[in-house]
Each structure stands twice: as C-alpha cells, then as structure tokens.
C-alpha cells in the first residue's frame, strides 16, 4: 500500500517536469537521478515536495529536506531546479536561497540535510548585452550644483497635482526600526502614501489575496490611463524585496520581468545609472550597503531631477533607459521607489 502511494507521488512528479533545453539534455538524462533522489526522501518529503511543484511555488510551501553530501552528479538543489524550473541551469554557483527558505538561514539545525525544494530558490539575474546601436546616449549622473547638508532631504515633485512632495527617510522613521519606505508611482504622480518596511522581508504584489506585505491594488487613484491599467494587471504576485547581510534583494515572483536601478547597480566610474532587467524567478542585489558607503549627496538625473543616493528604483513589465523608447522612469507606468535607511 506504502510502496504503490510513493509510486504515484513520483509518477505525478515526472509529470510536472518542464521542457528541456535541448534534444540532447532532456528531462529523460536526468531520470535515473531523479528517481534515485527521489527514493531517499522520507514520505512527508516527498508530499511537500509535490505540493510546491504542483502549486509552483505558493508562498507558503514547506522545505524539502535531502541528505547533503549524496554521491550524485548533480547537487539535489540543481537537479530539481532542472527538472522544475530551469532546464539550461549547470551549476549551484546560480542560485540563491530565498529569504523565506529556512535551509538559506540554516533553519534545520542538521548540517546532514539540506532544502531541495525548487521554489525556494531563485535564479541570480545577469546584466544585458550592450544598448543597440539605434538608443540614445545613456544620461550620466551630475552632482547638485551646491553642496548638500547632511540629513538634507530629496524631494520628488508631483507633476499632476502642482506640489513638491517628501519621499526620503526621516529620523523619526530611524528611531522606529523602520530600514525602508516604499513609494508607489504611476509614470510620475505619486500613489498613495509611504509604506514603512519594519520586517527583515516584504511582499509587494498586484491584488488580493496575494499573502501579507504591500498591495499596490488597495492603493486609491483616479483616472488611471489604459497604459497604467495594463501596466498593473501584469503586476501579479509581484516581488519579494529582502534586507540581507551587505545589501538589499529583488526576488520577482511575477511572470512578467521587473526592471531595476540603483546608484551601486553600475560599474565604478560608469555614466548614468545601470539598468537590470530580473526575468521571472530570477533574484539581484539591488543595493549594496558597502558600494554605497555613507555619503549623503545625491545625484541629479537629466530629465528626473534629484535622486536619493540610497535608493533604488523598480519598474513593472516595462524598461527604461538607452536599451529602451523609455528614456527615464518618470515615463514607465508602474514603478516603485525604495527609500533606505543608512545602516548604522
């Protein structure tokens, strides 16, 4: 009865396979290792783990514990990330624990066991290929024509309502634990108010009931244009944003990609701020703590106005910058404003 139970979990697991890179490497050459992986799951290991691949992922999926260690040719992570998510991944170096992953913070207490669960891990995003040859001139950072105190507060400017509106930390927001803000935008009005980040993690996704965290669909606005509408509807599950030791993480969540800036996201002594597109699935530091150090001048973007040092930048499904028709974020329909705390 036992045996002919564990037989019909591994056959609806070989089920839920995805496609294969290529002829030659097809789910098929993984078989004899996934089969031989699957027999050193314990039962309820097993039903974990066809619930988080029949569900893909829901938020609250348990960990899938393997012995660590095993003789295999593939690591149980990668394997199971092969079968279920990326068939072209290689190596472990290309994955990332998500936060929510008690195997990443070494939740099990057993250096014998590992999580193999493929929906608790993400994939690390990569920069792009260079602009094309028919984009513009990337805009380079200039500094503020006076020199700013410290604790001077960036504004941001509200183009449809005619007033200048606050989004940098304050140090009553410090005091309070607070390590972020979140402002939500479409194209360059400002939606709703801040949103203070107090967790070690956030959820930040389109409508309910996409679990706790930040959802942009509560947030009131009036006369929304089709572009936004569209824009929003893409939104989904939206991302996981994580402070992390030595920076902040984007992991997106949704099955649209996600576009991102930050002032540390560049090469030293690059013009303009990168831009880095996040696939569906994929994760990236997004701001780095030492890279950025503790200066407090910000930086003044052609066409945007002033830019907080430590912030970064998020836009929904659509890009911007020489890669891109989108020269500034202002322009994009959906996009969000990380404000952080300077860590102490």
């Known amino acids: 009865m036992f045996r002919s139970r564990r037989a019909a979990l591994v056959r609806r697991l070989w089920r839920q396979r995805c496609g294969a890179a290529s002829p030659e490497d097809g789910p098929g050459a993984l078989k004899p290792a996934a089969h031989a992986l699957f027999k050193k799951l314990k039962d309820e290991e097993l039903e974990l783990l066809v619930q988080a691949v029949e569900s893909r992922g829901a938020w609250d999926s348990g960990c899938v514990w393997a012995p660590r260690g095993a003789k295999q040719a593939l690591p149980p992570q990668v394997l199971l990330c092969r079968l279920y998510r990326w068939p072209d991944l290689r190596q472990p170096h290309e994955l990332k624990h998500l936060c929510c992953c008690a195997g990443g913070r070494g939740g099990c207490g057993d250096t014998a066991l590992l999580c193999c669960n493929p929906h608790h891990f993400s994939r690390l995003a990569a920069p792009e290929t260079p602009p094309p040859p028919y984009s513009k001139a990337s805009c380079g950072p200039s500094w503020p024509d006076g020199p700013q105190h410290p604790g001077t507060q960036l504004l941001e400017f509200g183009y449809n309502s ?8 304050s140090w009553s927001t410090i005091k309070d634990g607070c390590w972020c803000k979140l402002a939500y935008w479409e194209h360059r009005t400002r939606v709703g108010r801040l949103y203070a980040v107090h967790e070690a993690s956030v959820n930040i996704f389109g409508e309910l009931p996409r679990g706790s965290g ?5 947030l009131p606005a009036a006369h929304r244009s089709r572009a936004v509408r569209r824009a929003r509807g893409k939104i989904g599950r939206g991302l996981v944003l994580s402070r992390e030791p030595g920076g902040v993480w984007a992991y997106n969540r949704s099955e649209h990609p996600i576009f991102v800036s930050s002032p540390t996201l560049g090469l030293p002594g690059a013009r303009g701020l990168a831009v880095l597109k996040v696939l569906p699935g994929y994760s990236a530091k997004v701001f780095d703590y030492e890279r950025a ?21 998020i836009s929904f499904a659509k890009g911007w910058g020489p890669c891109y028709s989108r020269q500034f974020i ?5 996009w969000l404003e990380v404000l952080l705390n300077r860590p102490r």
């Open 330 to 334: 202002t322009s994009c329909p959906c």
């Open 214 to 218: 930040f959802c942009l669909g509560q």
């Open 293 to 313: 150090g503790g200066g407090e001048e910000g930086w003044r973007l052609p066409g945007e106005g002033p830019c907080d040092p430590h912030s970064v930048r």
């Open 162 to 169: 005619g007033d200048w509106r606050d989004t940098s930390i």
